[in-house]
């Protein structure tokens, strides 16, 4: 087994080459919902999801969402056995 950190190295690199966008982030808010975005889409990928097809789902059902129904809100996350198929990319 080689010891190495090249797939810690492949999953940060999203964020390295980001780093001079984000100087763009006028506001704090802005910065904050950038963080978000980026943890959402590093997830998915992690979780084995398209991350277009994840976000284009949680945009399409979030608005209709009970955000204090915490069932449904499990139901949205990437491990969940309840996504489409869609978001696997299946």
Known sequence: MDLDN???ER???????GRKNWLFANTSRGADASATIYSIVETAKENGLNPFNYLQYLFERLPNLDTQDEKALDELLPWSATL?????GE
Do not use: L
């Open 6 to 8: 090249n797939r810690s």
């Open 84 to 88: 489409p198929p869609i978001c696997r």
């Open 11 to 17: 999953s940060i690199k999203p964020f390295v080459i």
